[in-house]
């Protein structure tokens, strides 16, 4: 008898997750997913048009506390119960209704943060590493034990597209490497240390803005965090508003243009232009390069922008 699944799922790693089941002969009794964000655009695989392309039953409801989601899963009593990237907690109700297992793929390497988009977390904080994580679902979030994790590496100037590309490779990776065991009933179960501050919530578009106060380190991570797909780092520059979505930190090798101060000498940051490059002298002394920006018009010719502060620098607020 095939083992069968109730799968709660969005995104790519849902749609990816999803073909890993399929291949493995896992009948899908049921496929919950979530209706498009009209405020958001759409960049990744729809996990609905997998369900319609494959003929599986699937619904999207505004819950999933909804008491008739509830008892459709209960009265399926699947095998296993996933989640790939479904944006709502599960009840106790409904993964109690799993006959052998409720698991999670989480995108990074638990118990390093858990909760809401662990990707742009983690290029945000500046982390090198982090991954993708199966592992069973309790009532607390990403708190259950891990069945198995695989890394991804975080360059400097990763971004979290890049990332997210890499964590859901990893996730695939994870999933066909431990649904066998899960099938014979072998696999690990491994208790996760639930390690204080690791927990991280949903981030906002206005969450964007930048402080030009910051290191060109903890900046050039937000631009990073958020570049598109994402909303992006903005700032108001020269009287327009400014998606910036390309930076790179520069060494503070003097140039010709300025005086570059030592870090740790505190100065109100601001923008330059030296050599057709527009550059952030932060209050730090650290430097952060502009390497691409998005106006009310397009593309930001950076290049003009700089001949013109090449003698009058523009202080930033």
């Known amino acids: 008898m095939r083992p069968t699944a109730v799968v709660f799922a969005y995104s790519e790693v849902g749609v990816r997750c999803l073909e890993v089941l399929l291949r493995a002969q896992v009948e899908i009794l049921l496929i919950v997913t979530h209706d498009d964000d009209p405020n958001e655009t759409r ?31 209960a009265a399926l009593a699947p095998d296993f119960i996933f989640s790939f990237y479904y944006r709502f907690m599960l009840s106790d109700q409904i993964l109690h209704s799993a006959k052998r297992a409720a698991l999670n793929m989480h995108g ?15 290029v945000l904080r500046g982390a090198t590493e982090t991954g993708a994580t199966l592992h069973h679902m309790v009532a607390r979030a990403d708190a259950g034990d891990i069945v198995d994790q695989q890394a991804v590496a975080i360059g400097e100037d990763d971004d979290a597209l890049t990332v997210f590309r890499g964590v859901c490779a990893a996730a695939v ?36 803005r930048i402080d030009w106060s910051r290191p060109a380190r903890e900046i050039h991570n937000l631009v990073r965090a958020v570049a598109p797909p994402y909303p992006g780092a903005f700032a108001d520059i020269l009287g327009e508003r400014w998606v910036v ?28 232009g030296s050599q057709a490059r527009c550059i952030v002298e932060c209050s730090d002394g650290s430097r952060l390069l502009l390497v691409a920006a998005q106006g009310p018009e397009g593309a930001v010719d950076l290049a003009a922008v700089a001949a013109r502060l090449e003698d009058s620098p523009l202080e930033l607020g």
């Open 43 to 73: 960049w990744f695989a729809s996990v609905a048009e997998l369900a319609q392309q494959y003929r599986l039953p699937w619904i999207a409801p505004q819950s999933a506390d909804e008491p008739q989601l509830i008892e459709r899963v």
């Open 108 to 122: 990074s390497l638990l118990p390093r943060f858990r909760g809401r988009a662990p990707v742009n977390w983690a």
């Open 173 to 208: 990776t994870v999933l066909a490497r431990s649904l066998p065991k899960l099938l014979a009933g072998t696999a690990p179960a491994t208790p996760q240390q639930i390690l204080p501050g690791e927990y991280f919530g949903r981030r906002r578009p206005e969450d964007g």
């Open 245 to 272: 979505t390309r930076t790179k930190v520069l060494a503070n090798e003097p140039d010709n243009s300025c005086v570059v101060q030592s870090p740790g000498a505190a100065r109100r940051p601001r923008l330059i």
